[in-house]
T-cell receptor, first 113, second 116 residues
């Protein structure tokens, strides 16, 4: 079975631009979460979606938005990019309910110049 | 608010020696605890998780962790490290339900260096 897949793997954007990152969860996983990992730090929670509804949001500005599609894949959008948005963006999928772990993708490395 | 502290930023261990990585957490409800490993430029791989039951948890690659509620700790151990264990290790805490509004809270990580 394929794991969590994210695209693209790397991209470079200019300050002020907008970016869309994509994530496909493991087959059967209905919950998708997004995390931002700045170099040298642990991942920080951005969003969690389940059954196309937002379940949780971390402490990120409104420039960050996401959605989940009927096939449970997800997109993370970031508008008006800042240099500080440069990071590894990780997607994780999980089964809903107690006792399940989160499986992470390899991430998208975003560089804002 | 929930938090995770990994007091050791870097740890150097000789190959074949034992390893213990420390993790302390603060969480208002029953915690759901994880250890993840990350190789350079890669995503996170789950080593083990504690949900309930036996406080000594076995994971992949020969790792284990012990949950100590009285100390709010979830330390990771391995009896004999291999050069391939060199990586960044993250401890994380999450809600008992396995998901929800707060997601997972990660520590800042411990960078493990293996000496030949």
């Amino acid at each position: 079975d394929a794991g969590v897949t994210q695209s693209p793997t790397h991209l470079i954007k200019t300050r002020g631009q907008q970016v869309t990152l994509r994530c496909s969860p493991i087959s059967g996983h209905k919950s998708v979460s997004w995390y931002q990992q700045v170099l040298g730090q642990g991942p920080q929670f951005i969003f969690q979606y389940y059954e196309k509804e937002e379940r949780g949001r971390g402490n990120f500005p409104d420039r960050f938005s996401a959605r989940q599609f009927p096939n449970y894949s997800s997109e993370l959008n970031v508008n008006a990019l800042l240099l500080g948005d440069s990071a590894l963006y990780l997607c994780a999928s999980s089964l809903e309910g107690q006792g399940h772990g989160y499986t992470f993708g390899s991430g998208t490395r975003l560089t804002v110049v | 608010a929930q938090s995770v502290t990994q007091p050791d930023i870097h740890i150097t261990v000789s190959e074949g020696a034992s390893l213990e990585l420390r993790c302390n957490y603060s969480y208002g409800a029953t915690p759901y605890l994880f250890w993840y490993v990350q190789s350079p430029g890669q995503g996170l791989q789950l080593l083990l998780k504690y949900f309930s039951g036996d406080t000594l948890v076995q994971g992949i690659k020969g790792f284990e962790a012990e949950f100590k509620r009285s100390q709010s700790s979830f330390n990771l151990r391995k009896p004999s490290v291999h050069w391939s264990d060199a990586a960044e290790y993250f401890c994380a805490v999450g809600p008992y339900s396995g998901g929800g509004a707060d997601g997972l809270t990660f520590g800042k990580g411990t960078h493990l260096i293996i000496q030949p």
